[in-house]
């Protein structure tokens, strides 16, 4: 019997509705839920431990959402047909929740932690991606685990001067805005999306009605934890040692020393030898009794340095290395920096350095996008990479971890819009950026030498991007807007607000607070001071590389696409794909084909004009054959040999039967005497099989006739034998003539193939 379980319901307002059940599916976890739009189901759970392990400081938090291949009725790829390792969009996706939801745990629980939500069931009409942190949400609110929340996401889209919550996949293509909202009741916690160079008052009003949506919702899970016994008493826990007296030792050696430090401008080594050697001094100081506790301690520094450097940013608007609140470090770029590249470019501001690389190549190097409710594929691609030697550190060297995954697709969106679409764009580009240092806002570094990499590769964008990273202290009362801000800056800060854009609009956005209560002046404050440093920045970027190349490098792929009759794609690619494979293998180029909206659409790419121009002939020949006419000579290859004759190539993709009987004027008993596969030989055409419509060649010809020669009659084609008199009308053997009666065969005549 099915167990009763309890529903709340959210109405969306336009007829849609979102429903959240629990107590039914998974109930040995801490919390499970099912949330349901349409036909999409999400479950999400959560399990905490109860103590945590020993020597841990922080919140260990494992956020996964994961998808299943069945949910949209599909088989994975790949040879074990199952689900592996996560995607790119799985990993992004566990991203957004996790940045919802890390900030509203207590500071003091250090309990193991994991947050599980899986996609169920899909209809492939309602994204999931949209409704994963409300399923983790609703399973933290009906668990009696610590938590601050509720918290929920929600998309929200303008498409035609209007904003949609929780679009369906076919409308985010059209959208000028798509926005990832979370936020609790009262505060926004987290935005990320991308947009087509809006202006920052429409950002605001897509957060201010996101947040709207975001507050009903909220009010659900209230009423949802309120239903379920368990979640009305959340679990105690003592997961720090908490030394008042030590605390204040720490404090009055150190705050003092911390303050002078910060308002000396310094670089970040040497600001980190400074706090350090205060550290010490200080440790010194403290009994081994009083040391004993070391996470305890290291808290206790990190906090009194926190405070310190915060108040001087609030008292004297003094930031670390000496600048204003908005102004940009120094900018130095260069382009074209590794000639063996399609295009390259180096980006530094301040101690954050980044190298761009861009490789250009055709459809077939496109990438493969195969999730359970998306199948496709993808013509632009940025990959960021940050080695552990950008920050000083050794670390194995291992594959993209989420940040990297993360920060690249931030770039990624920031630049998207800008890409232009054929035939402007024939190109698959990859762009490959690798942060040489880092020193905060290396994302943005990459948008930035990604923008001057794709103009020094010739890409004809529609206007140049650059990105700026800001940050905010805040003590409630004072505010304090951090332009370009220092990794310390970002770990100090209540913000993390990173704004992608032209000279129009924004491009790309990704938001983090660290806060409680940031007001929407603020914001509003924070996206003008990020307008003007983009601007800056935009027009350091332009004094190296003002626009894009006006030709390709010499050694870069030249692309030609035209069209041919659908009916000669079959033809082009050939039984097994013989025909291209044999014209790619001759002319060098590359050669795909496909089929769009009823017509043939041909891409030919290599380095070498020669090359493209060989393989369009071929293809052209083959697509718009040439007409063989009766009683013209022609020089062609020998394709296929039989026992019966030879294939021979009039035109590419246009053969003729050359016949045994037509080899020669004497008899050839094997063709192989005579013709090689792939040898060049000369012939006529000398008619036409009205059966087959087969054009029949002939060598021998263009040969000297024998003298006294006797023309026979032809041997049938294909080695076939002559049509046989039924057995009843043949006559008798005694009746037949004796073998010394019969005509004798002239042997100097063409008898055709044995007819054995």
């Known amino acids: 019997m099915r167990p009763q379980g309890i529903t709340k319901t959210i109405d969306l307002g336009d007829g849609r509705n979102i429903t959240i059940e629990t107590g039914v599916l998974a109930k040995q976890a801490d919390g499970s839920v099912t949330v349901r739009m349409g036909d999409t189901i999400l479950l999400g759970t959560v399990v905490a431990t109860k103590e945590a392990r020993e020597g841990i400081d922080f919140l260990p938090l494992q956020v996964e959402y994961r998808e299943k291949f ?45 947050v599980v939500v899986s996609l169920m069931s899909s209809d492939k009409k309602n994204p999931s991606d949209a409704l994963a942190c409300l ?122 020393k911390y303050y002078d430090l910060a308002m000396a401008p310094s670089s970040k080594e040497e600001r980190g030898a400074n706090f350090a050697a205060v550290k ?37 608007g003094k930031r670390l290395d000496g600048r204003k609140t ?43 996008i195969d999730t359970a409710v998306r199948k496709g594929s993808e013509n632009f691609m940025l990959h960021y990479n940050f080695p552990s030697f950008s920050t000083g550190e050794v670390k194995p060297i291992r594959g993209p971890g989420r940040r990297e995954v993360g920060h690249g697709n931030l770039a990624l969106r920031a630049l998207k819009p800008v890409i232009p679409g054929a035939p402007e764009n024939p190109y698959t580009i990859r762009l490959n950026c690798d942060i040489l240092e880092s020193n905060g806002s290396s994302s943005m570094a990459t948008v930035c030498s990604g923008t001057l990499a794709l103009m020094d590769a010739g890409i004809k964008i529609t206007a140049p991007v650059s990105g700026i990273a800001m940050g905010m202290i805040s003590d409630g009362k004072r505010h304090a807007i951090l332009s370009d801000i220092l990794g310390d800056e970002d770990f100090l800060g209540d913000m993390d607000f990173k704004i992608c854009g032209t000279a129009k609009g924004i491009t790309a956005t990704q938001m983090d607070m660290k806060v409680d209560g940031l007001p929407y002046e ?59 494979q044999e014209i790619q293998a001759e002319t060098g180029a590359t050669i795909s084909i496909d089929e769009v909206e009823g017509r043939g659409v041909v891409e030919i790419s290599s380095e070498n004009k020669a090359s493209i121009d060989a393989a369009v002939a071929r293809v052209k020949a083959i697509a718009f054959p040439p007409q063989a006419d009766i009683g013209v000579n022609y020089r062609g290859k020998v394709k ?7 294939f021979v190539e009039i035109f590419p993709g246009t053969d003729g039967l050359l016949h045994v009987s037509e080899l020669d004027w004497k008899r050839i008993d094997r063709v192989e005497d005579v013709l090689k596969e792939g040898e060049m030989i000369d012939f006529q055409v000398v008619g036409k099989d009205p059966r087959t419509g087969k054009l029949k060649l002939s060598r021998r010809v263009l040969l000297p006739k024998p003298e006294g020669y006797v023309e026979r009659e032809p041997a049938m084609e294909g080695g076939e034998r002559r049509e046989r008199r039924d057995r009843d009308d043949r006559p008798r053997r005694d009746d037949r003539p004796r073998r010394d009666d019969r005509p004798r065969r002239d042997h100097g005549g063409d008898q055709g193939p044995s007819q054995n």
């Open 280 to 316: 010490e001094a200080c440790l010194a100081t403290l009994t081994d009794e009083q040391k004993a506790d070391k996470a305890m301690l290291g808290r206790f520094f990190k906090k009194t340095q926190k405070k310190a450097v915060r108040n001087v940013c609030l008292d004297h």
């Open 640 to 646: 296929t040999i039989m026992p019966y004759g030879a």
């Open 135 to 256: 399923a983790a949400a609703a399973a933290l609110a009906v668990s009696d685990i610590p938590f601050g929340g509720p918290v929920s996401e929600v998309r929200v889209a303008s498409m035609h001067g209007r904003f949609v919550i929780n679009p369906e996949f076919s409308e985010i293509p059209n959208a000028d805005m798509d926005l990832i909202v979370a936020a609790t009741a009262t505060d926004i916690l987290m935005v990320e999306g991308e947009m087509k160079e809006v202006q920052e008052a429409d950002m605001i009003e897509a957060i201010k009605l996101a947040h709207d949506v975001i507050k009903v919702q909220c009010r659900v899970l209230n009423e949802l934890s309120a239903a379920v016994p368990k979640s009305q008493t959340k679990r105690t826990y003592n997961h720090e040692n908490n030394d008042a007296v030590v605390g204040q030792l720490i404090h009055d050696f150190c705050y003092q």
């Open 70 to 114: 069945s949910a949209a009725g599909r088989f994975p790829g790949g040879f074990f047909k199952r689900e592996a390792r996560p995607s790119d969009h799985e990993v992004l996706t566990s991203r957004l929740v996790d940045r919802a939801l890390r900030p509203l745990f207590p500071d003091d629980f250090h309990g193991d932690t994991q």
């Open 326 to 368: 908005t102004e940009i470090r120094p900018i130095w770029s260069e382009v074209d920096v590794l000639p063996g590249t399609h295009g390259s470019a180096i980006f530094t501001r301040g101690e954050t350095q980044a190298i761009n690389l861009v490789t250009l190549g055709s459809s077939l190097d496109e990438q493969t």
């Open 522 to 580: 603020v914001l509003a404050q924070a996206l003008e001071q990020a307008r003007q440093g983009r601007l800056h920045i935009l027009g350091e970027m332009l004094k190296t590389l003002d626009k894009p190349r006006e030709d390709y490098k010499p050694h870069a792929p030249r692309i030609i696409t035209f069209e041919v009759p659908k009916e000669s794609i079959g033809p082009i690619i050939g039984p097994g794909g013989r025909v291209i």
